[in-house]
RNA sequence: GGACACGUGGUGUAACUUGGAUAGCAUGCCGGCUUGCGGAGCCGUUGGUUGCGGGUUCAAAUCCCGCCGUGUCCGCCA
């Protein structure tokens, strides 16, 4: 039996409701089932109070024409009776209307500590998600570019999510849109002619650059007409244009993914702008809406000769209407990116062609779209998570409206939009097409941040006197420097916008990354010291009576609740929960081993190897959540 | 004009969806700790009228209403 803090919340919750129900059967019978007011009750309260508590008895208190005091205490001695013999609850007891649960420390250490080993990698994974697929879409960086810090936290947002929902046992799938049809494209082609790579930079890097130069000479000579027709040429099958552009944005993909991969990002599939006009889904979705009788072709006014759709909210012209397709025949993006969502959702009843891609550093294969291949098995899944900007709320709206209107209003319910805010720089902005990223020395790039982190950790390794191999000082540092950046980003909630600063960024002190990993690490070596290895805990026989009520329960109870943070962080789509988790993790492991030695802990030696252990495999789970490597020593 | 997001100690943030006990954590400042299982550490002190004003409630950072500030979006751009 697992035995965790949801299973205990489970039973308080039912044995409350259960009691509450013959107590004050009356109040009840107006009330109807209490069962979510119960659960909502419940929190977990400082520690001196207990370890769970419920605050029911101030609701019940009018119902029940009672005072709160007096309810809780009913309450509280009426379910001292259920206590089982078991001894997970020790005691309950009610305090100034509160109802406060104690666990027995022994009990309830046993079956945690006990699970953590059997379950080990898999502890606090969840079954909430089975049999249910998601896609998940990041970063979509437009082939023009390096990614700087703003992709950069898209990508790890949508890494750490894939990586939790996964362990939530949802089947993933994690997709990456690449659009190498648009503007950004069309103005590369027009003023990249036969320019040849200079130095060794990187293609991404480079086309980044010649990008800003373009822009300004397009602005100079007034080229917007000629790029407009590149545009059009672009999209017509077969054409030199059409070729040439995915050559340039298939090139430029496969530098932007060795950023990826330097982060430990990697993804199933990805999709081609110019393979969802290419293998016709677009005319397919055009005809689905035309049916329906959503769309629109009016045969006046502005829109004359438009394929549009109505829309609930009016713009500030009091225009209720979307162009779909434009009165020259071209899809606009929204089209296309509706006629793709209905992919995502299997709603076309056609698909695209695949061929792979490439081998990902993992071993995985990456596949991508195209217009000769084989059929996959991508697509068609129940949700739909988008990790996009903030800015493109509107947009994603949209699709949510549409869908519905078109009867699909349980895939408009699945189709999350994680709105992240933007990275912002002191000074300036990160636009591509002025070049805000560019810097001096250095970049504001994914590429350059690593490197500037790893000179960073690097030193820092380089004078460690715990590292034995200092053969391995490369890796570790890139791993530490991966930590820091990785915690960083995901620490603060997706909506949040955020300022990037160098100083503040290099500072080691303020990421919370290597401080968990430098707990693992002591955690790491002593169980090394300790002779302990996984397998033979049992050996030890650990006697869990000498768990106290201190540092070392606290620290007990924490772990025993990975699984419901876990849940609630897939439930929200919100890593920086796993994150902060992870710091009040190690802070109570530092503050339990400063005060209760373990090798020199005598009669209590196993059962603290026994919390040591498990506190090391669920800062290890939790790190793989973030995508945060652990290493021995550091 | 409309819609949305954000506003919490000096700084960065958590708790807001589901109202509960003294608003949690980090960082900074100040002070202390090392013959001790790893000092990238630990302990302590300082610092908040939760943007402002009303309302609902036994109880409001949390819910409602009205403001203020910051930002974003509303195109036959992508």
Redesign the pocket.
């Known amino acids: 039996m697992e035995v965790n803090s949801l299973e205990v919340r489970r039973h308080f919750v039912n044995d409350l409701s259960e009691t509450i129900s013959t107590t004050y059967s009356e109040a009840c019978k107006e009330w109807g089932t209490m069962q979510v007011d119960i659960?909502?009750?419940i929190?977990i309260?400082?520690e001196?109070?207990?370890d769970f508590?419920s605050?029911i008895s101030?609701?019940l208190?009018?119902r029940a024409k009672n005072s709160?005091m007096k309810i809780a205490d009913e309450l509280a001695k009426a379910l001292s009776k259920t206590i089982e013999k078991n001894g997970v609850v020790k005691k309950i007891i009610s305090?100034?209307?509160?109802i406060?649960i104690w666990l027995g420390e022994a009990v309830y250490g046993k079956y945690v500590i006990d699970s953590v080993i059997k379950e080990g990698a898999g502890y606090s994974n969840s079954e909430r998600g089975k049999g249910k697929s998601v896609i998940l879409e990041y970063p979509s960086v437009?082939p023009n570019k390096p990614w700087h810090i703003g992709h950069l936290r898209n990508a790890l947002l949508g890494d750490s999510i894939s990586r939790i929902m996964k362990a939530c046992s949802y089947k993933t799938e994690r997709e990456d849109y690449i659009?190498d049809?648009?503007?950004?494209m069309a103005e590369i082609l027009w003023g990249l002619k036969d320019a040849k790579v200079k130095g060794r930079k990187k293609y991404d890097q480079f086309l980044g650059e010649e990008y800003v130069r373009i822009n300004k000479e397009i602005e100079e000579k007034k080229a917007e007409g000629e790029i407009t027709s590149i545009?059009k040429r672009m999209e017509e099958k077969e054409s030199k244009e059409s070729k040439e552009v995915r050559k340039i944005a298939e090139r430029s993909v496969r530098a932007q993914y060795e950023t990826a991969f330097s982060y430990g990002i990697y993804h199933d599939v990805m999709v081609w702008?110019s393979d969802i006009l290419s293998n016709e889904l677009l005319k397919l979705a055009m005809e689905l809406l035309a049916k329906k009788k959503i769309s629109k072709m009016p045969k006046e006014g502005?829109?004359?000769?438009?394929t549009v759709i109505e829309t609930n909210?009016?713009?500030?012209?009091g225009?209720k209407?979307?162009?779909f397709i434009?009165?020259?025949g071209?899809a606009?993006?929204?089209a296309k990116d509706f006629a793709f969502h209905l992919w995502k959702f299997g709603l076309l009843g056609a698909g695209f062609k695949y061929s792979k891609f490439m081998e990902q550093p993992d071993g995985s294969a990456l596949y991508s779209t195209s217009k000769e291949g084989e059929k996959l098995d991508f697509g068609g899944v129940g949700i739909v998570v988008n990790i996009i900007g903030?800015?493109?709320?509107?947009?994603q709206g949209v699709l949510r409206e549409v869908l519905k209107s078109m009867g699909m209003a349980k895939e408009a319910e699945s189709l999350v939009h994680i709105a992240y805010?933007?990275v912002g720089v002191k000074d300036g902005t990160l636009s591509g097409r002025t070049g805000g990223w560019l810097g001096e020395g250095r970049n504001l790039t994914a590429d350059d941040l690593l490197k500037e982190m790893q000179k960073k950790?690097l030193e820092?390794?380089k004078n460690?006197e715990?590292?034995k191999e200092h053969a391995n000082e490369e890796e570790?540092a890139k791993k530490?420097a991966l930590s820091a950046i990785k915690f960083e980003f995901l620490?603060?909630?997706p909506?949040?916008?955020?300022?990037f600063e160098w100083e503040k960024a290099l500072d080691?002190?303020?990421n919370?990354g290597?401080?968990c990993m430098?707990m693992y690490?002591?955690a790491?070596?002593?169980l090394e010291?300790s002779g302990s290895q996984q397998g033979n805990l049992k050996l030890k026989e650990p006697d869990y009576e000498r768990i106290t009520r201190g540092p070392d329960f606290e620290l007990i109870k924490l772990i025993g609740s990975a699984q419901e943070r876990l849940e609630?962080a897939c439930a929200?789509y919100?890593p920086?929960?796993l994150a902060?988790y992870l710091?009040?993790l190690?802070?109570r492991f530092?503050?339990f081993?400063?005060?209760?030695?373990?090798?020199?802990?005598e009669e209590s030696k196993a059962i603290r190897i026994g919390i040591v252990l498990a506190t090391r495999q669920v800062l290890y789970n939790m790190m793989s959540l973030l995508g945060i490597q652990t290493v021995?020593?550091?």
């Open positions: 659960e909502n009750s929190v309260p400082k001196e109070k207990g508590s605050s101030f609701a208190a009018k709160p305090e100034s209307g509160y406060n437009n659009d049809l648009g503007l950004q545009l702008e502005k829109y004359e000769g438009c909210d009016a713009d500030e012209n225009e209407v979307k162009v434009r009165s020259n071209v606009t993006y929204i903030s800015e493109q709320r509107y947009p805010g933007e950790t820092i390794v460690s715990k590292i570790i530490v620490r603060i909630t909506e949040k916008k955020v300022t080691l002190s303020a919370s290597p401080y430098y690490a002591r790491s070596r002593i010291k609630k929200e919100r920086d929960m902060d710091i009040e190690s802070l530092s503050s081993y400063e005060k209760m030695p373990v090798l020199k802990g021995e020593q550091m």
